[in-house]
């Protein structure tokens, strides 16, 4: 590497455009809405630099802490589930046959590289009450009463399904919004563990294994332990976009399913209050650094993660 | 017990897990779930049938209607536009700050490459206000003619996209030989030829990927667009959303079906080039 000093003109030549596109459409329209969440609406579209710290404190008021609880919840059930299915997937992968390898880990980024809104989009079209799982469902249920039928057995039948088939109602709910997160970030956990179990020396493994440890245990003693800044590391970067979504939410979730980023986005379009979606973004930022500081923090501990260089 | 049928006649290791039960069942299980919405929508593209579930027979009419309804082509229209010239810009500015973090020391180095990857981890809603109150707030004109009436949501995709092209070339980059450009200055070289003639070429695996990546990333953008497009600069992923809000139709699965052709095509081209790039050093 050359000091800069050596080579100032090419360095000033490659450093200032990106620099400069970077401090003028990125961090000033960022410190634009720092400085307009101590602000006050003044009319429609006046806002008066006050530095007033009452949007942040109105953050602090229980309606707002309730979908501030609730964001926090969704994005932690959807990476602990992810976790759960992300674990043993990105074990078979590691210890796949080589061949196969890169096939699993393409089929797991395939879906990563379409569009979030169509893959939204997909799991409303399966789970709408006139959806696939409905419709499936629906088809069971009518052979199973044919079938009682032809014994002379309608009643049980009815009995047992009721007069006739009732669709589930799977979307507009929070179960469909943590079903929507899992199924867009799964790809987040999985590449991160992969990464970790990676590196894992395989006869750790098979010492557990040959000293008597079922496989569970050996999961839990072993692999687990050793691959933990990789499990951490998977755990935030899932958790970081999940927190932050907002058309999984909106398109998927009912009128109590709102997450962070829908009360800003109706901060700035619907409600037009200016300063206090500046302050909700904000907080929420922090909370995003504070998670990616806990992850540098976990990463020192405990070695390098496999996703830097 | 071992399961041999899928793998030829050797027994089990104790680690091949992929030959146990419950993991293949977890595994096979997260392929379905990840796949069957997909492949199901897009199947359906080509049903016969308003209602969507039952299938009626094959027919691309909905493609037909696709390209005879104006307003998705215009969309369609503005989001290559989009992306094309955001695409230009990233590749210019990320070249330059691959450049500048692989090869310069520089006071406070650690503190300008977080700088710089902050576009990738902040909350796009986030992003998305902020570049919508930043153009509010230097009063951009709303009623330029095309294509200039686009250039705020172009500025804005370049500012998200050019720090990812930044790192796709950083990582190329080092994979260089400093000895080809000693080399080079050896035989005369001066600093501007031992860029042209050396290391962009270098580069260009990392820049064609990196294109491809900006490219599909602008084109798949949905957040930060919302927050920067007006009535008359709708883009694709915006129109889709209107449409997606009222209902599910077999048109918006054809278009869904052709955009999803599109960025799985252009990333699978962009992997391959990074790894032939990558596979050469």
């Not at chain 1, 880990?105 to 709408?128: D, E, H, K, Q, S």
Request: charge should be positive; aromatic fraction near 14%; proline fraction near 5%.
């Amino acid at each position: 590497m050359d000091s800069w000093y050596k080579f100032k003109r090419v360095f000033l030549s490659v450093g200032v455009p990106p620099t400069f596109w970077l401090v003028a459409f990125f961090l000033v329209p960022l410190a634009l809405i720092w400085v307009f969440s101590f602000g006050e609406k003044t009319g429609v579209v006046g806002i008066d630099i006050t530095w007033t710290i009452d949007n942040y404190i109105r953050a602090f008021n229980p309606d707002i802490l309730k979908i501030f609880a609730k964001s926090l919840w969704l994005a932690i059930a959807a990476t602990v589930i992810c976790l759960f299915v992300g674990l043993p997937v990105a074990l078979g992968i590691v210890y796949a046959p080589s061949k196969w390898k890169g096939l699993l880990l393409l089929g797991i980024m395939l879906p990563f590289w379409t569009n979030l809104l169509i893959r939204t989009y997909a799991l409303i079209a399966v789970l709408r009450t006139r959806g696939y799982v409905n419709f499936t469902l629906e088809w069971f249920d009518a052979k199973i009463r044919v079938l009682f039928d032809l014994f002379g057995m309608g009643g049980i039948a009815t009995a047992l399904l009721g007069e006739r088939f009732q669709a589930l109602e799977l979307l507009y709910n929070d179960n469909a919004v943590i079903l929507g997160l899992v199924y867009v970030h799964l790809p987040f956990m999985v590449l991160p563990l992969y990464a970790a179990l990676e590196r894992l020396d395989r006869s750790y493994l098979e010492a557990s294994l040959d000293l008597g440890a079922g496989h569970l245990r050996t999961l839990w003693n072993v692999v687990v332990p050793l691959a933990l800044p990789g499990i951490i590391s998977g755990i935030i970067i899932t958790f970081i976009p999940a927190l932050g979504s907002f058309l999984t939410p909106d398109l998927l979730g009912g009128p109590d399913s709102a997450m962070i980023a829908t009360i800003i986005e109706r901060q700035f379009k619907s409600a037009n209050d200016w300063p206090f979606g500046s302050a909700l973004s904000f907080l929420l930022m922090y909370i995003t650094f504070g998670a990616l500081a806990l992850r540098a923090v976990m990463a020192k501990r405990g070695g390098s993660d496999g996703l830097e260089g | 017990m071992a399961r041999r049928s899928l793998f030829g006649k050797d027994p089990a290791g104790p680690l091949d897990y992929l030959r146990k039960w419950p993991l293949l069942t977890v595994m096979a299980a997260t392929f379905i779930f990840l796949y069957v919405p997909l492949l199901t929508l897009m199947a359906y593209s080509f049903n016969d049938s308003r209602r969507n579930i039952v299938w009626r027979g094959f027919t691309t009419d909905y493609y037909g209607k696709l390209f005879n309804n104006t307003d998705l082509m215009i969309a369609f229209g503005n989001s290559l536009t989009i992306a094309l010239f955001s695409t230009i810009f990233s590749l210019v500015l990320g070249a330059m700050v691959a450049i500048l973090l692989w090869r310069f020391k520089f006071p406070l180095k650690p503190l300008y490459e977080g700088t710089m990857a902050l576009p990738i981890v902040i909350p796009e809603i986030c992003m998305g206000v902020a570049m919508l109150a930043f153009f509010a707030r230097i009063g951009w004109p709303n009623d330029l003619i095309w294509p200039i009436n686009l250039a705020n949501i172009i500025i804005a995709h370049i500012s998200f996209t050019f720090p990812f092209v930044a790192v796709i070339i950083r990582a190329r980059l080092a994979g260089f030989n400093r000895e080809q450009e000693e080399a080079a200055r050896d035989l005369g070289a001066g600093d501007w030829e031992v860029y042209r003639d050396v290391i962009i070429p270098h580069m260009k695996p990392g820049l064609v990927a990196g294109g491809l990546l900006a490219f599909t990333l602008s084109l798949d953008d949905f957040v930060i667009t919302f927050f920067t497009s007006g009535p008359e600069t709708v883009t694709f992923p915006v129109k889709v959303y209107s449409m997606v809000r009222f209902s599910v139709t077999p048109e918006v699965n054809a278009a869904s079906t052709v955009l999803i052709v599109i960025t799985v095509l252009l990333t699978a081209i962009g992997l391959w080039l990074q790894n032939k790039g990558t596979a050469k050093k």
